[in-house]
């Protein structure tokens, strides 16, 4: 892919994963060799590949997973108060996925019997550093304004390759068969 | 709770009115429910059996319409009709004050098993609402004192059928009378005079007319007449659109009510003209009310050789009409899922083509008609092409009539020659400071005052006869999410754009209402619209997002006050969202909150 001649300047790009296994981030490396493309197309701010950990002005935000915690709400907030596109990567971000299948669970219930001594003391780990669990596990369009969404678990290289050059070259994206895919 | 051994003794006679047809599914759930109150799981697997059909069928009927219960819902059960114009009316009160009387949630039943309350779609008598439902017969002009008087009957246990017969009493309305309404019918005229023109003679008449369909999509029905007559078949068929579900519209309501001679006599021309031997009338439930008339006045038909066999005396023309009941479910007014629901099947529409002029009930031709279009039929028997075609405007010829309901002083049935403008409507009903005229119903056009110049034709405005008033005090945001609500509760949930989209639109609406709607979802209310009406299967999901997205680029500032400032905001309460988690492990530091800017 060339970059188009009148790009003033690298796109800045921020990757984050919420309540997700990294599988996306994964699936995002196997753009293979084209990575070494993309980086004279885009500059990566926070993400687990620069282990930058807050996010300034960027273009787009890439969120893998989706909200299971109040750490989660905040990254989302920073990514989609400092992103102009924000990109909903992954089953998870889109639609909750896998992980949540705990929704239909009551999260006390879930913690109490989860925490709890042989001899039946209750004990969930209170320590301020660890982030609350929400009532249950939402996509991210639930908490904020998404602009794209590309689902699949995880979306391909291929799909993921398609989906930012369109994006980098100005052109609406569009992800058809066979890289649309939602399993 | 029925004793199943009882099954048999009480059901019998049910599987016998309707010679344990299968295709009669639909019918015979409807008459064991009269039977028994509801249709538990095992009165439906019993049915299953006697009918020699799977269990998935019958329930797949079954839990289909809105009016077959699986549970039992009380010996009473009462529905608010929860049209806009109902809403208007204040029905929402009434509703309360009856739930109160009882002491009971809506839908649930009373401790007693006496009697259950609850809202259902609009049921056709919105100039004269709120309107109520008790076991499907209707009971209109709803006041507290009504309610009073319901609530009585209902707790002294007084059997429906010798309730003062005043509350039951439907008025015709009929404000302004044409050519349909205003003429004297002549038993068999009409008739006699299809027969003297010969079939041939009949359809160039039809087509000479331009008559085009009643019921909204507006096709020639000379064309489908002609098409139905041409198509390779062994039977063929006339069925009678009777499944008025549009919010809003009632003129198929008084004309079953008191001019059924035209609509019957309508298909029996329509059957000579294409040679069919059956007619069925696909009745709404909610004018269940009107079926003894209609079976008395069939019967007087077939007394007069109007119906039966050699009818009008010319050997050979044998022709009957049967008349199905619905149960509640307004997609069946789409033609391919009514003939799906007259099979007895769930009432989910056909993937079209083929038309049901090729293959309709039983997959054989069928003509499938409004209720006001037969009738249009018999004037032209009468008359003749050319003088029909000379009434109206020249895409749309005759006259229209028209359901006036919302704020005018003289709501009630209007009928016009095509090309009336819709000030002339407003004008005629004593309707002052309208701000809004919803054309055509939930699923039609809403025009805003600017637009009143406008006129009622296929070549303008469109309509299936719904024709809804606001005036400056009403608030058009809240008559679009009455629409979004009505969409969701009436997708029939087989295509999902429909299915998804209804609710989407339903969810988005109640959160604007809430004040957690932004510019966002006002960009997503079009964005979906316009999904639903490229891509769903049938009218209804095409149609659904219409009244939004009319009210979103018309009544734009009654959505723009409810919005939230902010970029976003979720549907629910993140901090509230955290509570629990807060509760078992004790905490309540800054960390255990999201705020506001969280």
Same mark, same amino acid.
């Given at each position: ?23 996306c ?16 197309l ?27 915690n109040?750490e ?38 879930c ?21 609350l ?51 | ?11 019998d ?6 010679q344990?047809?299968?295709?009669r599914?639909?019918?015979i ?10 249709l ?75 009697v ?10 919105c ?45 015709d ?16 005229? /009409? ?11 009949? +359809?160039? !008449? %039809? @087509?000479?007319? =331009? *008559?085009? $369909? ?54 029996v ?12 009338l696909?009745?709404? /439930? ?11 006045? +069939?019967? !007087? %038909? @077939?007394?007069q =050789? *109007?119906? $039966? ?47 049901p ?14 209720v ?13 092409g050319a ?14 009539i ?27 009903c004593?309707?002052r ?42 608030d058009?945001f ?79 500032p ?28 004790g ?12």
């Amino acid at each position: 892919m060339n970059a188009p001649r009148d790009l003033p300047r690298k796109l800045r790009v921020a990757t984050t994963s919420l309540s997700g296994c990294f599988g996306c981030h994964m699936s995002f490396l196997d753009i293979d060799e084209r990575l070494l493309e993309l980086a004279h197309l885009v500059e990566f701010d926070r993400s687990p590949i620069t282990d930058i950990k807050h996010c300034g002005p960027c273009d787009i935000g890439l969120v893998e997973g989706g909200v299971c915690n109040a750490e989660n709400v905040h990254v989302l907030h920073e990514l989609r108060k400092n992103c102009k596109v924000l990109v909903a990567l992954g089953a998870c971000a889109v639609g909750g996925g896998l992980p949540a299948q705990r929704n239909n669970l009551d999260v006390a219930k879930c913690l109490t019997q989860i925490y709890r001594t042989e001899s039946g003391e209750v004990a969930v780990p209170n320590d301020p550093e660890l982030p609350l669990l929400l009532d249950k596990v939402y996509p991210i369009n639930e908490i904020v304004r998404v602009d794209y969404f590309l689902p699949g678990c995880p979306p391909s290289g291929d799909t993921i390759w398609k989906f930012l050059t369109d994006l980098l070259t100005g052109r609406t994206p569009r992800i058809e068969h066979p890289l649309l895919k939602f399993d | 709770m029925t004793d199943a051994s009882e099954l048999p003794v009480l059901l019998d006679p049910v599987l016998q009115r309707h010679q344990s047809r299968p295709d009669r599914l639909l019918q015979i759930l409807r008459d064991a429910q009269d039977v028994l109150g509801y249709l538990s799981d095992e009165t439906t697997a019993w049915l299953a059996k006697a009918l020699g059909i799977s269990y998935a069928q019958a329930t797949s009927t079954r839990d289909f319409y809105a009016f077959l219960y699986r549970e039992n819902r009380g010996r009473y059960r009462i529905l608010f009709s929860d049209n806009i114009t109902d809403r208007m009316a204040g029905n929402q009160a009434l509703f309360k004050q009856m739930l109160n009387y009882f002491g009971i949630a809506p839908g649930k039943v009373s401790g007693d098993g006496l009697v259950s309350v609850d809202l259902t779609s609009c049921t056709g008598m919105c100039d004269q609402g709120p309107a109520i439902l008790v076991n499907e017969m209707a009971i209109p002009r709803m006041t507290p004192q009504r309610v009073e008087e319901v609530c009585a009957l209902v707790s002294r246990q007084v059997p429906l059928a010798e309730w003062p017969a005043e509350l039951f009493v439907v008025e015709d309305n009929i404000q302004r009378a044409d050519l349909l309404l205003g003429t004297t019918h002549q038993p068999g005229e /009409a008739i006699r005079a299809a027969i003297a023109r010969g079939r041939d003679e009949m +359809l160039f !008449e %039809m @087509r000479t007319s =331009n *008559l085009r $369909g009643r019921g909204g999509a507006g096709f020639t029905t000379g064309i489908k007449w002609e098409a139905c007559r041409n198509a390779p078949g062994v039977r063929r068929y006339i069925v009678c659109n009777a499944d008025e579900g549009e919010p809003g519209t009632f003129k198929d309501r008084v004309l079953l009510q008191s001019y059924p001679g035209r609509v019957f006599e309508g298909m029996v021309i329509a059957a000579f003209t294409v040679g069919a031997h059956l007619g069925l009338l696909y009745l709404r /439930a909610e004018y269940r009310y009107l079926r003894p008339k209609l079976e008395a006045y +069939l019967a !007087e %038909m @077939r007394a007069q =050789n *109007l119906l $039966g066999k050699d009818i009008g005396g010319l050997a050979g023309f044998d022709f009957d009409i049967e008349i199905h009941l619905g149960a509640g479910a307004y997609v069946c007014g789409e033609e391919s899922a009514l003939i799906e629901s007259l099979e007895g099947k769930a009432g989910k529409p056909r993937i079209r083509p083929p038309f049901p002029v090729t293959c309709g009930y039983k997959n054989q031709p069928t003509v499938v008609n409004n209720v006001e279009t037969l009738c249009k039929a018999t004037e032209i028997a009468i008359h003749g092409g050319a003088w029909y075609e000379a009434i109206g405007t020249k895409q749309s010829t005759g006259t229209k009539i028209l359901s006036v309901s919302g704020d005018c002083e003289r709501p009630g049935i209007y009928e016009y020659a095509f090309g009336v403008r819709i000030s002339q409507v407003l004008e005629d009903c004593g309707a002052r400071n309208a701000i809004a005229v919803q054309v055509s119903g939930a699923s039609g056009t809403c025009l805003s005052e600017r637009e009143l110049g406008r006129r009622i034709a296929f070549e303008d405005v469109p309509t299936a006869g719904s024709f809804m008033i606001f005036d400056a005090q009403r608030d058009m945001f809240e008559v679009a999410r009455n629409f979004a609500h009505f969409f969701k509760h009436e997708s029939c949930g087989f295509c999902t754009p429909c299915r998804a989209g209804t609710a989407l639109l339903s969810e988005m609406m109640d959160k604007i209402a809430e004040g957690r709607g932004t510019q966002y979802e006002m960009n997503e209310l079009l964005r979906i619209q316009a999904v639903m009406k490229a891509s769903s299967h049938c009218g209804l999901g095409q149609t659904a997002g219409n009244a939004v997205a009319d009210t979103v680029q018309k009544f734009r500032p009654s959505y723009e006050r409810r919005l939230a400032q902010t970029d976003f905001v979720p549907a629910f309460d993140l901090d509230a969202a955290l509570a629990k988690a807060r509760q078992v492990t004790g905490r309540d530091d800054a960390h255990a909150h999201l705020g506001a800017e969280a």
